[in-house]
């Protein structure tokens, strides 16, 4: 789950920031340095799990608002939800300040399986 390693800087910003960036913005700013980054795997890691996570997110929202269209006391975990997402995402900015590679579960290694292969 956790590799330290080596950031390499991409340009003008240390790879470390433009990490932390990933997560930052969202999705857009993942699919954006996807896009832009083509050499360093650290950064491409890091854009490629915030991208899958916060899809994972949105999939998550929006079954429990379908389903809580019909159960109402779901719709109190919608928020709930977000706020995990939230959590979650500060955390990785964190660890890839850090210089850290951490994996989430699944998520994780479908990202470097992207990455890497």
Known sequence: MLEKTVVEDTGVVKGNIVGVLCYLGGILSAILILALEKDNKFVRFHAMQSAITFVVLIVV????????????????????????????FIF??????????????????????????
């Open 61 to 88: 929202a929006t079954m429990l608002s379908a389903i809580a269209s019909f159960i109402w006391i779901l719709f109190a975990l919608i928020p709930l939800v977000w706020m995990l997402g939230l959590i979650v």
């Open 92 to 117: 990785l900015m964190y660890k890839a300040y850090q210089g850290e590679k951490y994996k989430l579960p699944v998520i994780g290694d479908i990202a470097e399986k992207q990455i890497y292969q």
